[in-house]
């Protein structure tokens, strides 16, 4: 049975992964919740990727790149329940993630030099579909053997398709073994030019190919695969380790979502695939939701015009009596556009809440007058998702 509150998820399990599609809020959900994690006397981990520049800079991480560093102590513990919690935190930069991943399997120190200056690797590590995904979570398994920490919350990165995330593995495997990568790989088998190897055909289209990128090119692109290959064992060993430690019940995936359209069908496609995959999901984060604020009952255009009349700061501008009604009528319309969209977002949470089935935890943050940027806001937003 999921947990009933946030708070119990920062207190019971180990690992928190917030995953959602682009722009909901994962970085600020998952900074929110491991700082919340630390004020309550955890020694917490953020594994964050990409944040905006002022949130790292109030952490006091602006300078830092991929390297775990701590965040001051007193920002954290002020005026928080617990004077004994840390909050670390790690910038996540993805392309050395992937070398690091890279460096471990490769069969010895020259390789992993090889690999890492082959110009074909520099072009496909930042791309290759997952690559990043799977990087960081790779990360995020060492970090978990060291036993270092109390809870380790995870941000993830913007993925064009939220799914790519859980793919990420298989798709790097197939990237990898498919039928033109292989041909390239027996480019560099043993004996013979390479020319002949591959045939009187696949010479011709070599040569023709040439033309365009040059020899050089590849050549390259056949060291790089056949060097792939021999990590390829190990990296898929590693996905298979990564992904059960996912499974495992100290782990906890939440799903971040706005209630926007798009997000909402992206959030419901990603709880399917959870579920699908026996990861355990532990609720929603439903972000950036316009909060209902009905008027007090009677109100209408002539009773605020009313009581702008009797408001003796009101009076002291001297405005007519036509200016108070235009002003009441902008009011009330004001409202009621507020209102309409409050109204859509609560369809939206109710459609979410309906997925994750009765039992899900599921909290709402509502859409902040400015960006949350900094410790204080984001401790704000503390009492909207714990309780
Ligand atoms: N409840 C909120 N109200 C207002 N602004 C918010 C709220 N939550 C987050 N933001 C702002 O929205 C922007 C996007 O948030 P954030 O970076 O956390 O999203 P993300 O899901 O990590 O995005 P990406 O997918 O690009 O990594 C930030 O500027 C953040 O300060
Ligand atoms: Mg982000």
């Known amino acids: 049975m999921p947990p009933r509150r946030l708070v119990d998820v920062l207190l019971e399990r180990r690992i928190l992964v917030c995953v959602g599609?682009?722009?909901?809020?994962?970085?600020?959900?998952?900074?929110?919740?491991?700082?919340?994690?630390?004020?309550?006397?955890?020694?917490?981990?953020?594994?964050?990727?990409?944040?905006?520049?002022?949130?790292?800079?109030?952490?006091?991480?602006?300078?830092?790149?991929?390297?775990?560093?701590?965040?001051?102590?007193?920002?954290?513990?002020?005026?928080?329940?617990?004077?004994?919690?840390?909050?670390?935190?790690m910038m996540l930069d993805q392309k050395a993630a992937f070398d690091e991943v890279v460096a471990r399997h490769a069969k010895d120190p020259t390789a992993v030099q090889r690999i890492l200056a082959n110009p074909v690797y520099a072009q496909i590590s930042g791309s290759l579909a997952g690559a990043q995904e799977y990087a960081a979570m790779a990360k995020l398994h060492d970090f978990d053997r060291t036993g270092n920490w109390d809870l380790i919350v995870v941000d993830t990165p913007p993925t064009a398709h939220a799914l790519d995330f859980l793919d990420a593995p298989r798709k790097l495997s197939e990237a990898i073994d498919s039928p033109a990568i292989d041909w390239f790989?027996?480019?560099?088998?043993?004996?013979?030019?390479?020319?002949?190897?591959?045939?009187?055909?696949?010479?011709?289209?070599?040569?023709?190919?040439?033309?365009?990128?040059?020899?050089?090119?590849?050549?390259?692109?056949?060291?790089?695969?056949t060097e792939f290959n021999d990590?390829?064992?190990?990296?898929?060993q590693r996905a298979e380790e990564t992904f059960s430690l996912l499974r495992q019940p100290r782990v906890g995936f939440l799903l971040v979502a706005s209630p926007e359209p798009m997000a909402v069908h992206e959030a419901l496609a990603f709880h399917a695939r959870l579920v699908s995959a026996g990861m355990p999901f532990v609720g929603f984060a439903v972000n950036k939701v316009?909060?209902?604020?009905?008027?007090?009952?009677?109100?209408?255009?002539?009773?605020?015009?009313?009581?702008?009349?009797?408001?003796?700061?009101?009076?002291?501008?001297?405005?007519?009596?036509?200016?108070?009604?235009?002003?009441?009528?902008?009011?009330?319309?004001?409202?009621?556009?507020?209102e309409t969209l409050a109204a859509a977002d609560r369809d939206a949470v109710m459609n979410l809440k309906s997925a994750g089935g009765p039992d899900a935890l599921l909290v709402e943050v509502p859409l902040q007058r400015d960006d949350v940027h900094d410790v204080e806001r984001l401790v704000a937003l503390e009492r909207f998702l714990l309780t």
């Open 21 to 89: 599609s682009g722009g909901v809020g994962k970085t600020t959900t998952a900074a929110t919740l491991a700082l919340a994690a630390a004020r309550r006397g955890k020694r917490t981990l953020v594994l964050t990727i990409d944040p905006a520049r002022r949130l790292a800079n109030s952490l006091g991480l602006a300078s830092l790149g991929h390297e775990v560093q701590q965040v001051d102590p007193a920002l954290v513990r002020e005026g928080a329940p617990s004077a004994t919690g840390e909050l670390h935190a």
């Open 185 to 225: 790989r027996k480019l560099q088998g043993e004996g013979g030019s390479r020319w002949s190897f591959v045939g009187k055909t696949g010479a011709f289209v070599l040569k023709r190919l040439a033309k365009f990128v040059g020899s050089k090119f590849i050549d390259d692109l056949g060291v790089f695969f």
């Open 231 to 236: 990590i390829l064992g190990g990296f898929r």
């Open 290 to 338: 316009h909060p209902s604020r009905p008027l007090p009952a009677g109100t209408t255009t002539a009773s605020i015009e009313a009581a702008l009349a009797a408001n003796p700061a009101v009076a002291a501008l001297g405005l007519s009596a036509t200016s108070h009604k235009m002003a009441a009528t902008a009011l009330v319309t004001a409202h009621d556009e507020l």
